[in-house]
């Protein structure tokens, strides 16, 4: 990639080029790099692998207007959007393919076009970082609570410290898949951090500048940025995954707003089926909410939220000094931590 060799206190737009489409017009990622008073280390932030996924984009393209780049010891590489055919289908993937590019990396150079863009990406921008924070938000009608999601597989398991840095209440632990991001980075050396906040489609305030806070304090924690960052002393390392999903068909009443810890039991949420008649909803284990469903209209079957449950639940404690925060999640939440 250009640009990464540009002086100090520079900033820097490019674009690379992956392929041909039908009419000639060239699939093409844009970028931007932000070179402080030291070369490394090199953090990638990149948005919308999924291209709907907006906040993450608007996250990107905020700090590279707000930041000086003589604030920061060492360089930003930023992709605001990696998968653009996608991001010009405004859906989760691209819509003649129709392919998931986080399980296609580090992509084919000869592979479809998913796969070159993988390709790409990895070989361009990911390989020249140190580290990075992957930017994701909910599939569409799938609000989440920002929270990193740090997966393993059989050979890879992410360093936590990463993920702690994001200084978010929760950090979510599960299984991933073979091809994506973070983990085919991950086997490589280059630790990347995956993202989530809030919905697919819609920008929101809030949610972006917990965005923002959570880049921002990765930086400080590691040294990219002055200040202390601001975070909980002790966060939370659950695995307990629990899709909730309609019990009946009609619409859908939610009783919960993510982040919320809830008991084995509690109602919450309600369908109230067309001839009037209400279902309610219970919690199948003390949990917190990670994730509700945005979209009213349910049938028997859909998800309705994704709930992270207390069983196997691990404190993490902040390694280095930071300025503490409250852990509202944890103060609901510990009486159900053993
Ligand atoms: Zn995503």
Partial sequence: MMGLDIGEGKKYKGKIKVAELEDGSKVEIPYFVMRGVKKHPVLLLNAAIHGDELNGVEVIMRLFEELNPMQIKGTIIGVPVVNVLAFRSRDRFDAIEKRDLNRKFPGKKNGNITEKIAYHFFNEFVKNADFGIDLHAGMKGHLLLPHGRARILKDYKPNLE?????????????????????????????????????????????????????????????????????????????????????????????????????????????????????????????????????????????????????????????????????????????????
């Avoid at 929101?204 to 002055?226: H, P, S, T």
């Avoid at 009609?250 to 008649?277: A, H, L």
């Avoid at 279902?279 to 284990?285: D, F, I, N, S």
Wanted: proline share 2%; charged share 30%.
């Fill in 162 to 338: 990463y993920y702690q840095a994001l200084g978010t209440d929760i950090i979510f632990y599960h299984d991933g898949e073979k091809g994506m991001l973070n983990i085919t980075a991950g086997k490589e050396g280059i630790p990347i951090v995956c993202f989530e906040i809030g919905e697919a489609d819609r920008l929101d305030e809030y949610y972006i500048n917990e965005g923002i806070k959570a880049v921002k304090n990765f930086m400080r924690y590691f040294g990219m940025l002055d200040g202390m960052p601001e975070m909980p002393a002790r966060q939370i390392l659950l695995q307990g995954y629990i899709e909730v999903r309609a019990n009946a068909g009609g619409i859908f009443y939610s009783g919960i707003k993510v982040g919320d810890v809830v008991k084995e039991g509690d109602i919450i949420g309600y369908i109230r089926k067309i001839n009037g008649e209400r279902v309610y909803l219970k919690a199948e284990k003390d949990s917190t909410v990670m994730g509700v469903r945005t979209l009213s209209a349910v049938r028997e079957g859909d998800p309705i939220a994704w709930m992270l449950s207390f069983e196997n639940a691990e404190i993490l404690e902040i390694k280095k000094k930071v300025k503490t925060r409250r852990n509202k999640i944890l103060e609901k939440a510990e009486k159900f931590i053993k």
